[in-house]
């Protein structure tokens, strides 16, 4: 209970009840930075500038610690400084400029920089992962699947309206929905039904196929009944609570995308 409140009260230091709510705090760090700026005379204008910053100081710090051998960061409070992973926040924030208003040689800057320095940042942390699970495993594929995690961030445009007519919208933000739920329950609860499952002697990779079949089950759970269901009751007790947003209807085929 004492682990479950420090999460959902987003502690930075608490000791998570998951393993993988390390991140929740390092974003909060970002968010809050971003609302200083926004707060302060310099405004939005400087949130562009800001990702560069954030670009360059993680390319230092993962520079100064080895580069392409460095070892991955350790130190909770260095983690919060963004400092490690600011190059991930600074791809995001170049790529929505650039989605909006074209790459400007600043934005393809930040991008080329921060994909260097979240290289580096991959790379350590795969060595820690395959260290600390016995594996001789090398980057390559957390590396791939960021490149084609960012590739289908700077292609979404020309895929959103293909996927529009084959999916739908509805269901695509759905789908979306999904993956906030799925990424807060899949790792401790994950880890203890592969066991069992192993346990009664079921294989590793089918109990795998089960755990991540059922884990997208409650996740679609979550989003699709739970989560709304919560939002309703607290926007009636709670004044000035938002009411919950209705995912969009899908989009005809013969439609205009809509706008903003």
Do not use: K
């Not at 420090?6 to 909060?28: C, H, K, R």
């Not at 592969?194 to 755990?211: E, F, H, N, P, R």
């Not at 059922?214 to 938002?242: N, Q, Y």
């Amino acid at each position: 209970l004492l682990r479950w409140s420090g999460s959902i009260a987003f502690m930075p230091f608490a000791n998570q009840v998951d393993p993988s709510y390390w991140t929740l705090g390092i974003e909060l760090s970002f968010y809050l930075l971003v609302a200083a700026l926004i707060a302060s005379p310099l405004r939005a204008r400087a949130l562009e500038p800001l990702g560069l910053v954030l670009a360059l100081a993680s390319l230092a710090f993962w520079t100064l610690r080895g580069g392409w051998d460095a070892a991955a960061s350790a130190d909770r409070l260095t983690d919060l400084s963004l400092l490690p992973y600011g190059a991930f926040f600074a791809i995001g924030i170049a790529l929505r400029g650039g989605a909006s208003g074209g790459y400007t040689r600043m934005r393809i800057a930040t991008i080329a920089i921060g994909l260097i320095a979240g290289g580096f940042e991959i790379a350590a942390q795969a060595r820690f992962m395959a260290a600390g699970l016995g594996l001789d495993a090398g980057p390559g594929l957390p590396l791939g699947l960021f490149a084609l995690g960012v590739g289908t961030i700077a292609f979404a445009g020309q895929l959103q309206s293909g996927l529009d007519r084959t999916i739908g919208a509805g269901r695509l933000a759905f789908m979306g929905a999904v993956t906030y739920p799925l990424y807060l329950i899949h790792q401790r609860v994950g880890a203890i039904l592969i066991a069992a499952l192993c346990g009664l002697g079921i294989s590793g990779w089918v109990a795998i196929g089960i755990v991540a079949a059922a884990m997208l089950a409650v996740a679609g759970a979550i989003a699709g009944w739970a989560e709304p269901a919560l939002r309703s009751w607290l926007a009636v007790r709670l004044d000035g609570f938002s009411r919950p947003r209705v995912p969009p209807p899908d989009i005809p085929r013969t439609a205009s995308p809509p706008v903003g």
